[in-house]
């Protein structure tokens, strides 16, 4: 626990959860005077899948005042490379290509040492850092008096309850959606549904040059892989399938990760002489989002509100830039400015949609012919190939000029589906097929 100056039980704001959008946020509004506490159920340093960041993660940084120790635990990415089995070249996007230049990198991380850096500094900015302790339940409507404050339950490892009563609260839970789930608000999204089963390799190999720290993402006949290099010289590889696929394993997870990989060739090459260390992780990624993501006083951020897919490393930005936003509406409204709070309110709703919706949109079609044809052969016509890196680099909430250039984009993705109808159909009918029976098995 870091006590920070305040010692009363009815702070400011209460924080639920210590990953990067709820340390980010407790650190912004900390450093804006407030009493912030921060829960977080686990005790850092704690394991956490997504190792790989957006360049425009590294603004955030900068602003947040942590680059340089985030850098200093990363290895660069500079873009990332396409793997496809129907393919004989692999196809490399960098980011400095992109319709501005301005942030040509990002890195990949090992995500307890990130995570606790995050966690660590919200603490030295001002806000009560707790660990190992676990939020049990919110109650909105406990206030009493003019304040009308919340009711927080908190139960640590050792049994011990404590009760807390804050102006706001801002749910950072990530998939345990902690308020979404206590307002009946988490609906399972129709249109995608994913597992992923990941280890961590020794040995394995790795791109020369300046190619070394970029992502590598191959495709095969039931979804795709991750490749992500990191400093310590390791690899960290996963796997992305529908839960139907995964419901055919009859072995442990270390023998169907190896059995997984072995279907695709590319990648089993580079893995030929490494080790799998410290064994595989399955996780279940199936996507959600809530019916919404603010009331009155509170905001969900980060995967405590949505989540997708990880397919291009978008998780950890996006749940940072809703901390920033969240942490601007939230200074709003606890300083009593309600006219720029409402306005801030507002474009929190706006940004939260406007992201994942951004990011669905290849997710949903990244296994179709018509996608792996794009991204395998890319051509710059009317800079849509500068827009589309754009888009992959983070840079969705500024002016960059990417709007029609994506419209463009879609455009001849449906007329490369038409110029490959009966496939095109083909690999709708299987998505089809794949999503109605992992639905289904989540009922269950």
């Known amino acids: 626990m870091t006590p920070g100056p305040f010692t009363s039980t009815e702070p400011d704001v209460v924080v639920i959860g210590g990953g990067p ?19 977080e159920k686990a005790h850092h340093p704690r394991f956490h899948i997504g190792e790989s960041l957006l360049p425009m993660n590294m603004p955030l940084f900068d602003r947040l005042g942590v680059r340089t120790e985030v850098e200093a635990i990363g290895i660069a990415k500079h873009g990332a490379e396409f793997v496809s089995p129907w393919h004989d070249h692999t196809s490399h996007f960098f980011f400095g290509e992109a319709m501005d230049k301005s942030f040509p990198y990002a890195v990949h991380v090992r995500r307890s040492e990130f995570d606790e850096l ?14 190992g302790q676990r939020v049990m339940g919110v109650d909105m409507d406990a206030g009493k008096g003019a304040d009308n404050r919340a009711l927080v339950k908190i139960k ?5 309850e404590t009760s807390w009563r804050p102006r706001f609260v801002i749910d950072a839970s990530g998939r345990d959606t902690v308020l979404s789930n206590q307002f009946d608000a988490k609906q399972r999204n129709r249109k995608h549904a994913s597992a992923a089963l990941f280890g961590h390799f020794a040995n394995a190999e790795r791109r020369p040059g300046r190619y070394e720290g970029n992502i590598s ?27 139907a696929y995964f419901k055919r394993r009859k072995g442990t997870l270390e023998e169907f990760l190896m059995e997984t990989i ?8 580079r893995l030929a002489n490494a080790t799998l260390m410290e064994g595989a992780t399955t996780t279940g990624n199936y996507a959600y989002d809530s019916k919404f993501c603010r009331g009155d ?24 830039n809703s901390a920033f936003e969240s ?12 006219k720029e709070a409402e306005k801030a ?8 949609k406007h992201g994942p919706k951004m990011f669905s949109w290849f997710i949903y079609r990244i296994t179709s012919p018509a996608i792996r044809r794009l991204f395998m052969n890319p051509r710059n016509i009317w800079r849509m190939q500068e827009a589309l890196l754009s888009i992959l680099a983070g840079d969705l909430f500024r002016n960059t000029p990417i709007g029609p250039r994506f419209w463009g984009f879609k455009v001849t993705y449906y007329a490369s589906c038409i110029g490959i109808l009966p496939q095109a159909i083909k690999t709708w009918a299987w998505r089809r097929r794949n999503l109605k029976e992992s639905l289904e098995t989540a009922k269950t």
Do not use: C, N, Q
């Open 21 to 39: 959008a709820g340390s980010t946020v407790a650190a912004l509004l900390a450093d804006k005077g407030h009493d912030v506490v921060l829960f």
């Open 118 to 131: 995050l966690f660590r500094h919200a603490g030295k900015r001002g806000a009560r850092t707790f660990e």
């Open 156 to 160: 640590a490892e050792d049994g011990t």
């Open 217 to 243: 993402l191959f495709w095969f006949d039931h979804g795709w892989f991750w490749y992500i290099p990191l400093k310590d010289g390791t690899v960290s590889v996963g796997a992305v399938a529908s839960p």
């Open 262 to 269: 072995a279907l695709a060739p590319k990648l089993a090459a």
């Open 297 to 320: 006083r509170f905001m969900m951020v980060g995967d405590a509100y949505a989540f997708v897919d990880p397919m291009f490393s978008s998780g950890v930005y996006l749940a940072m």
């Open 327 to 338: 942490a601007a509406a939230a200074d709003f409204w606890l300083k009593g400015e309600m």
């Open 345 to 352: 309110f507002r474009r929190f709703d706006k940004v939260m």
